[in-house]
């Protein structure tokens, strides 16, 4: 009852907040707009806070909070939105919805599994097609993509979709079929990404099933013979990708730190860094990436210090909640591609699986499985 109480008064103070516009950087009409707008996305943040995650609500109120005052203090207190910023938060409010309408809805788990297994199941029929010299997409008149890419932009996009739909395969039902055909596509996909997402899966497998059990010697033989691998395919295979990677996520953190190491650049502003980043002595393939290809680092450069504290209490949560479950399982592939890519810019359905799985490990963590 105290709770509620003080969450009603939290919301008529945003909506009467929302009638007084910004004292600078704004024309009077559109200032009222950008309350309104706001303080409508604090009342829904308010709402997931209460009743969804706490931390997914937290999120949404640190978005609002970037998409303003970093930019604001960095220009001088003259400007307080980029429109990259605008467009940014619109994307966060979709995520947050799409994560409010599973946790809270009434789809049954074994559905959406069904509807990811299709997903993965397509883009490996792709890849397999664009691999004999069919693409598709050609066959209705659209232009088909450079290499293998299935139903995605590049192998790197494809390969982390596969992994992420990945654990609904590890249903005992659909193991001994489809696990075959999912290596196949992470193999046509040619590219690491997938790969590594995939053995994270195995080892989050192996420490619920296998704890104590000398089967689990064997695994562990396996997943350090396919880690050799994929250490040695990184250093002497795609090396200069991953070294390019690592300059990116270097370099921007340095000129982040060099001007506002807790408020961030602002959401959405990562082309701030970039732009300054390639413009003398970056990796020649670096000049054309946009993202910075980790979305933790993204995250980070962009929104400061908050994120990194919601980043640890939302996994502390899982921690302490975590119990053996489908959902689990892709935790492993959701950590391995967002450290590898900027999954929620660069590839909405990729970040759309990421929220979905993240949807349905809140189900479990408030008992509310469908």
């Known amino acids: 009852m105290i709770k509620q109480l003080k969450i009603n008064w939290l919301l008529i103070i945003v909506i009467l907040a929302a009638v007084v516009r910004f004292p600078v950087g704004v024309e009077l009409r559109a200032g009222l707009e950008l309350n309104v707008r706001l303080a409508i996305i604090l009342i829904l943040a308010i709402w997931i806070c209460s009743n969804v995650n706490l931390w997914a609500g937290l999120f949404l109120i640190l978005s609002v909070f970037s998409s303003i005052v970093p930019w604001f203090v960095l220009t001088g207190f003259k400007e307080l939105q980029t429109i990259p910023s605008y467009l940014a938060l619109d994307w966060v409010v979709l995520g947050c919805l799409l994560l409010s309408l599973i946790s809270k809805g009434d789809i049954p788990d074994n559905n959406i599994y069904v509807v990811l297994g299709i997903i993965a199941v397509l883009n490996i029929g792709f890849l397999f097609c ?97 880690c050799g691998l994929i250490y040695y395919d990184i250093i002497y295979g795609g090396g200069e990708s991953f070294r390019a990677r690592l300059y990116i996520w270097k370099r921007s953190i340095s000129i982040m730190w060099q001007n506002q190491p807790f408020l961030g650049f602002g959401l959405g502003n990562w082309s701030l860094i970039n732009s300054y ?16 290809h980790n979305s933790f680092i993204h995250a980070y450069i962009e929104m400061g210090i908050g994120f990194i504290v919601i980043l640890f209490g939302y996994f502390a949560q899982i921690i302490k909640n975590i119990k053996f479950s489908i959902p689990v399982l892709a935790l492993g592939p959701i950590i391995v591609c967002c450290s590898t890519n900027s999954l929620f810019r660069m590839n909405a359905i990729n970040g759309m699986i990421v929220i979905i799985w993240l949807a349905l490990l809140n189900r479990r963590i408030n008992g509310s499985s469908v």
């Open 130 to 226: 664009q691999r004999i010299g069919v693409d598709p997409y050609t066959i209705f008149g659209m232009k088909g993509g450079y290499s293998p890419v299935g139903m995605m932009t590049n192998r790197n996009e494809v390969s982390a979709t596969i992994a992420l739909c990945g654990p609904v395969f590890f249903k005992k039902k659909a193991f001994l079929f489809f696990i075959p055909m999912l290596l196949a596509g992470l193999y046509l996909s040619k590219s690491l990404n997938g790969m590594v997402g995939f053995l994270s899966i195995l080892i989050i497998l192996f420490m619920f099933k296998f704890n104590g059990d000398f089967k689990g010697l064997f695994f562990i033989l396996v997943l350090s013979v396919g």
């Open 277 to 292: 980043a390639v413009k003398n002595d970056a990796y020649n393939t670096a000049a054309s990436w946009t993202r910075v």
